[in-house]
């Protein structure tokens, strides 16, 4: 049973990096009025950064739903500790249901710090979300995608950290009599010992990554550089291929950390994905679920990889690539023959 206080709002809450909607903030504006829906709510957004009208506008305007500003000159960068204080005193405000941050490190924090403050019940990297026997319940990934875990809370108002794509994007937010709005709110400065000085961008050479209509993409089952020829060779049979890994490659030097693609790296949404030796943990596929067709190369198939690939080849990459390659040859030589 719901207490009474809890009934209406659900809160959305996005970040800024200098004065810009981060990536995952307008993902999760996207999925806002879908998300509160299912709550049998409404949402409100509500955005930190230090002179962010124009930015909450935009949000405001696409997300269809009213947005509060937190501003603060220590908010320029995501600044979890003010974001926690500034939202819990929203959540009394706004008799507030539940509150959603979109997954990422920064905001795991900010949510695990809020409902420390507003004793809630925090769940993370909720991918799922259905009703059972009139109480919610989430779903999520864990032990890197091996097994999914149910968990229900009963306390209200909860806190989630929503990982990319829980509901549907394809369906856009009815902006139908929506009027953007954006009320500003300067916190208190209050005296905190965290205090964001600035981020560094990865340095990108292009965007060949991100272009790419095919991507071939290597994990720790490539088992090491000295078979990065096996990746060349397959990109080599598409126009416009690009190479990527996951985070297990790059961390072991057998690809450069600015080709790593998931939750900390680059996302990808190429037309074929072809996920060599990747077990599939949600980290990674935080960036390429968007992907139209992906082909998993996994030796296990019981590798998560495999339940969101549309098709899986359970064989051995340095057996499986070079037979693909050969037999692309041999079907193009042919075509040059004819
Ligand atoms: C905060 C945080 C952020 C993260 N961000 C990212 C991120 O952005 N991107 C990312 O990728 N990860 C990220 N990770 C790491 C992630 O959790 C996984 O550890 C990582 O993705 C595993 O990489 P992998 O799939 O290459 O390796 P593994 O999990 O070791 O999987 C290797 C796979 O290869 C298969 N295999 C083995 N040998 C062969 C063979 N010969 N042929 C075919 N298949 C074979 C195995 O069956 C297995 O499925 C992050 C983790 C954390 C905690």
């Known amino acids: 049973m719901i207490p009474k206080k809890y009934t209406g709002t659900v809160l959305v809450v996005g970040e800024t990096i200098e004065g810009r909607l981060s990536a995952k903030s307008i993902d999760l504006g996207k999925q806002a009025a879908q998300l509160a829906g299912r709550f049998n709510g409404k949402p409100v957004g509500v955005l930190t950064g230090h002179d962010i009208d124009t930015a909450a506008l935009a949000w405001s305007k696409a997300a269809g739903m009213p947005v509060i500003v937190l501003d603060h000159a220590h908010c320029r960068y995501p600044n979890p500790p003010l974001t926690a204080s500034g939202v819990g005193a929203l959540v009394d405000e706004h008799s507030?249901?539940?509150?959603?941050?979109?997954?990422?490190?920064?905001?795991?924090?900010?949510?695990?710090?809020?409902?420390?403050?507003?004793?809630?019940?925090?769940?993370?990297?909720?991918?799922?979300?259905?009703?059972?026997?009139?109480?919610?319940?989430f779903e999520r990934a864990v032990f890197g995608g091996k097994l999914r875990?149910?968990?229900?809370?009963?306390?209200?108002?909860?806190?989630?950290?929503?990982?990319?794509?829980?509901?549907?994007?394809?369906?856009?937010?009815?902006?139908?009599?929506?009027?953007?709005?954006?009320?500003?709110?300067?916190?208190?400065?209050?005296?905190?010992?965290?205090?964001?000085?600035?981020m560094n961008r990865q340095a990108h050479t292009d965007q060949a990554l991100e272009r790419a209509q095919v991507v071939v993409a290597a994990g720790r089952g490539l088992k090491g550089p000295e078979h990065k020829c096996l990746l060349e060779?397959?990109?080599?049979?598409?126009?416009?291929?690009?190479?990527?890994?996951?985070?297990?490659?790059?961390?072991?030097?057998?690809?450069?950390?600015?080709?790593?693609?998931?939750?900390?790296?680059?996302?990808?949404?190429?037309?074929l994905y072809l996920a060599c030796g990747i077990s599939g943990a949600p980290q990674h596929l935080a960036g390429m679920r968007e992907s139209r067709t992906v082909v998993a190369v996994n030796t296990d198939p019981k590798a998560a990889i495999c339940n969101l690939a549309h098709y899986a080849v359970i064989e051995d990459l340095t057996v499986f690539l070079p037979v693909l390659r050969e037999r692309y040859d041999r079907m193009t030589e042919k075509g040059d023959e004819e």
């Open 96 to 137: 507030a249901l539940a509150v959603c941050f979109p997954h990422s490190m920064r905001a795991c924090q900010a949510a695990a710090t809020l409902a420390w403050r507003i004793e809630a019940p925090c769940v993370t990297a909720v991918d799922s979300l259905l009703k059972e026997n009139g109480q919610w319940v």
């Open 149 to 198: 875990e149910t968990v229900s809370a009963a306390n209200r108002p909860i806190v989630l950290t929503v990982m990319p794509g829980l509901v549907s994007r394809s369906a856009s937010p009815d902006l139908t009599g929506h009027f953007p709005s954006v009320e500003t709110r300067h916190l208190a400065d209050t005296d905190h010992r965290f205090i964001p000085r600035g």
């Open 233 to 271: 060779a397959a990109a080599g049979m598409f126009n416009h291929a690009a190479i990527g890994g996951s985070r297990g490659a790059c961390d072991l030097g057998w690809l450069p950390h600015s080709l790593q693609i998931g939750e900390t790296g680059r996302t990808v949404a190429p037309a």
